[in-house]
């Protein structure tokens, strides 16, 4: 016997985290749409009812959909053209406005509906995207389909999740109700713990296991946080599992890669290391000078010998700094090294480049070909790793850089 109090619609349901949530209250989930068939299986695992349906907004027919008489819409219209963390949120091809469209889409799924309320999630970057214009719109739109509407900025950090992420929710309300939304967050936060939890108490119970191995693993000493997310899991973890297989390289690369760090050369700061420290083993104290110089100078104009996407630049050889002996130095970097010991750029180069980590290319100036030297992939050039820090919360995945396979495992 179903006693639920309310009824709802998920648009754009993906696998259905959104939807799960609601039906964990009153609510009665009575359709699912995506134009994704294989995120099938995985959304009728998670729900009560198998009420998943492809449908695609942009090509088919709203009519072609039950006409039901529901409380409720949510839909989390896909943000790529928008995200924050793509770096770019000005969408220059067809296939990017069609995206930044669905927003709309949603709207005319809500005009056919006309459900009491509708709850819009999106990226905190629907809120800037063309300094506000496309968030204005939705507001205007949702007026003239008779609703008053409210937004707000929430982080799931605040609601128990050990994940800063970022999220705006729009909610709007039917006028016939003649009631103005409004977002409560001392009233949602009520019961929610003050204390943040960690990527600790999630993970210490996933085991570090090498060779991609299978095996089965009890709960015994799972944390009140596990036990809570893991209830249903019959004492087993599912998709512990390396979805690529790292080469040799990164094997060694995911070996000294310390914990809370992201892998780049070309940036600075407290969450970033080098590869002068990363492979300290492997390099002579000339050569983390060296590599350090060209990371540190690489973009500069005065040094840049060619400008592309990522503002790339490779150095000349003259443009690398040396004293009055014509042994390398750069001060910024402290080698301590005997004077008989140093060594003149070209040979710390040509070192580097015997052990893969620097390119060369060659260059035309007028009749003359010379070449310049940049730092590579192997050299961290640009992010390929994070290590995940037990003691923090995890930010959101940089989809431009990071696949989610190239997050790390935290170690105590």
Known sequence: MNNKNYTFIDIFCGIGGFSYGFEKTDFELKLAIDNNLKLKETFNKNHNRAVFRQFDVTKESIDKLNNLKVDLIIGSP????????????????????LRNSLSFAFLKIVEYFQPKIVLLENVKGLSTYNGGLLLNKILEEFDKLNYNTCFKILNALDFGIPQNRERIFILAVHKEFKVTPIFNTKIILQGIKANKPTLGDIFTDLPLKAN???YLINYDEATP??????????????????????????????????????????????????????????????????????CKKRTLKEFKELRKKYQEGYI?????????????????FET?????????????????????????RAFIEGNNQFYAYDINTKSGVRPKYRRLSYKGQSSTIQTVSFKVNDLIHPVA
């Not at 000349?316 to 910024?332: H, L």
């Not at 301590?336 to 052990?355: G, T, Y």
């Open 78 to 97: 896909p943000c790529q053209g928008f995200s924050d963390a793509r770096g770019c949120r000005i969408a220059k091809k067809e296939r990017d406005l």
């Open 212 to 214: 991609n191995q299978h």
């Open 225 to 294: 946080y596990q036990k809570l997310m893991r209830d249903k899991n019959n004492d087993i973890i599912y998709n512990h599992i390396i979805l690529s297989h790292p080469n040799e390289r990164e094997l060694e690369l995911i070996k000294n890669l310390p914990q809370g760090k992201v892998y780049r050369s070309s940036r600075f700061g407290k969450k970033y290391i080098g590869v002068w420290d990363l492979y300290k083993a492997q390099l002579l104290q000339d050569e983390r000078a060296l590599l350090f110089f060209l």
């Open 316 to 332: 000349r050889i003259e443009k690398f700094p040396v004293n009055n002996k014509g042994k390398f130095q750069f001060e910024s």
């Open 336 to 360: 301590n090294l005997e004077e008989s010991k140093k060594r003149s750029p070209q040979k710390i180069i040509d070192s580097l480049i015997e052990k893969g980590f620097i390119r060369k």
